[in-house]
C-alpha cells in the first residue's frame, strides 16, 4: 500500500495487501454478508480494470479498506491470481465440499488458470478423486502435476473414460470452467444422481434442466467471483503451503501479446503483467 486517503487508517502505508476485485455497494444485504460479488445495488459489482480504472498499472486507487487483504509473506507476482482465479474456484469448491469425502469424484473441466488451482482447493477441502478434462496436453500435465489423479483428454471419448473411471456411478460434483455447449453437455452427461453441476465459464452453454434430462435430485448452478471472507480464507489456504499457482510473467510493454497468448490457450496457469 503506497498511500492513504483520509479515513483510511485500517492498514499501515507500506503493507503488502491483496485487493478484492467484485467491488459492491457494501451496503446492501449481500454486501453486509462480505457477498459483494452478488451486490444487488443498481450500480452493479463494480470490479477494478473492469467497470472502474485500475489493473494495468503501477498504482490502483482503491474505494475502501474493506477491500484490502493482508498479503503476508506470500509473494505478491504469484499471489495475485489468488484474488480471481483462486477466490472463484474456491468458492465454488467450497459450496460443494461437504460433498467431497472418501469415496467422492470431482471432474474439473478446463485445467487452465481457474482450474489448475480448482483442483488443489478439491484436494485440499476434501478427499474425492479428482478428475480434470482439457484439450490440450501441457494442460493436463500441470492438471496432473497439482494434483489431480487422472487427467483426460476432452472430446468424444471424455464422457465414456470418466465413466470407466466411476465404475459407471458418475461425478459426485463437476466444475466447469469452459462452460461451452459442449462442456456442459459433458458435464450433465457424467454427473452422477444427486451431483453438483457447477458452470463458472463464460462460454455461454446451457444445460437442459428437467424430468430425466439429468440425472436424478441433480443440482446445476452457475456462480461469479467468491466473498470477501473467502478471500482472506484462499489466502490462508495458500500460507499453508496447499496452493502452487503457476504464472507466466509479462512486462506491461508485453500485455497485448499476453492477451493474444490467452486468446490462443497458450498461458499455462496464469499470466501476471508486473508494471
Ligand atoms: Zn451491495
Known amino acids: 500500500m503506497a498511500a492513504t486517503g483520509e479515513g483510511a487508517n485500517h492498514f499501515a502505508i507500506g503493507t503488502p495487501v491483496l485487493v478484492y476485485g467484485p467491488w459492491g455497494c457494501g451496503l446492501c444485504r449481500?454486501?453486509?454478508?462480505?457477498?459483494?460479488?452478488?451486490?444487488?445495488?443498481?450500480?452493479?459489482?463494480?470490479?477494478?480494470?473492469?467497470?472502474?480504472?485500475?489493473?494495468?498499472?503501477?498504482?490502483?486507487?482503491v474505494d475502501s479498506e474493506r477491500h484490502l487483504v493482508p498479503l503476508g509473506t506470500l509473494d505478491p507476482v504469484?499471489?495475485?491470481?489468488?484474488?480471481d482465479a483462486g477466490l472463484t474456484s474456491y468458492?465454488?469448491?467450497?459450496?460443494?465440499?461437504?460433498?467431497?469425502?472418501?469415496?467422492?469424484?470431482?471432474?474439473?473441466?478446463?485445467?487452465?488458470?481457474?482450474?489448475?488451482?480448482a483442483i488443489q482447493i478439491i484436494r485440499a477441502l476434501g478427499a474425492a478423486t479428482v478428475?480434470?478434462?482439457?484439450?490440450t496436453e501441457d494442460k493436463l500435465q500441470l492438471a496432473r502435476a497439482v494434483g489431480a489423479d487422472h487427467a483426460i483428454i476432452g472430446g468424444t471419448d471424455a464422457q465414456e473414460a470418466i465413466a470407466d473411471l466411476t465404475c459407471g456411478r458418475g461425478a459426485t460434483a463437476v466444475?466447469?470452467?469452459?462452460?461451452?455447449?459442449?462442456?456442459?453437455?459433458?458435464?450433465?452427461?457424467v454427473a452422477a444422481t444427486y451431483a453438483d453441476i457447477v458452470i463458472l465459464g463464460v462460454g455461454h452453454g446451457t444445460l437442459p434442466v428437467g424430468y430425466r434430462r439429468l440425472p436424478f435430485e441433480?443440482?446445476?448452478r452457475n456462480t461469479f467471483?467468491?466473498?470477501?471472507?473467502?478471500?482472506?480464507?484462499?489466502?490462508?489456504?495458500?500460507?499453508?503451503?496447499r496452493l502452487d499457482v503457476e504464472v507466466e510473467i509479462h512486462s506491461l510493454e508485453e500485455a497485448s501479446r499476453a492477451y493474444?497468448?490467452?486468446?490462443?490457450g497458450e498461458v499455462l496457469g496464469r499470466a501476471v503483467i508486473v508494471p
Open 260 to 264: 493474444k497468448r490467452l486468446s490462443r
Open 175 to 189: 466444475f466447469d470452467f469452459v462452460g461451452s455447449q459442449e462442456t456442459v453437455g459433458l458435464a450433465g452427461a
Open 91 to 117: 468458492s465454488a469448491v467450497k459450496r460443494s465440499a461437504p460433498r467431497l469425502g472418501a469415496g467422492s469424484v470431482a471432474v474439473v473441466i478446463g485445467a487452465g488458470g481457474l482450474g489448475h488451482l
Open 225 to 241: 467471483w467468491g466473498s470477501r471472507s473467502e478471500l482472506w480464507e484462499v489466502v490462508d489456504l495458500a500460507h499453508s503451503g
Open 131 to 135: 478428475i480434470a478434462v482439457d484439450i
Open 218 to 220: 441433480a443440482s446445476v
Open 30 to 61: 449481500y454486501c453486509s454478508e462480505g457477498r459483494e460479488n452478488y451486490c444487488t445495488h443498481p450500480s452493479g459489482v463494480r470490479p477494478p480494470g473492469i467497470a472502474v480504472d485500475g489493473a494495468l498499472a503501477e498504482f490502483l486507487l
Open 78 to 83: 504469484q499471489a495475485v491470481a489468488l484474488t
